[in-house]
């Protein structure tokens, strides 16, 4: 069993950034890969972006490439979503997810986090 917390959401401005962390616990906690996926108000949750366990294989959707970084601090069971470059539609709960593959499907994670809200404002 893993436990997933995320923080770092909040209000910012379009064109401003914030770094989202996801701590987690657990036996095997940093031997997974780990995902972040955001769901908007009145849509399905979508992925954002992937790392492989050791970090060496890293996946974006396109809609946030070149503005989103995912990193990862294994000592410290820590995945990171350095998000720049904020624009409005970029607005969701951002969810942390860990599974044994890597992919962009939600099937392929089996823990999930509360989510953490990003609210960008034009």
């Known amino acids: 069993q893993v436990q997933l917390v995320e923080s770092g959401g909040g209000l910012v401005q379009a064109g401003g950034s914030l770094r989202l962390s996801c701590a987690a616990s657990?036996?095997?906690?940093?031997?997974?890969?780990m995902g972040w996926f955001r769901q908007a108000p009145g849509k399905e949750r979508e992925f954002v972006s992937g790392?492989?366990?050791?970090?060496?294989?890293?996946y974006y959707a396109d809609s946030v490439k070149g503005r989103f970084t995912i990193s990862r601090d294994n000592a410290k069971n820590t995945v990171y979503l350095l998000m720049n470059s904020l624009k409005p539609e970029d607005t969701a709960v951002y969810y942390c997810a860990a599974g044994d593959g890597l992919g962009f499907s939600r099937s392929t994670y089996v823990y999930w986090g509360q989510g953490t809200q990003v609210t960008v404002s034009s």
């Open positions: 657990g036996r095997r906690a940093s031997s997974y890969s």
């Open positions: 790392i492989s366990w050791g970090g060496g294989s890293t």
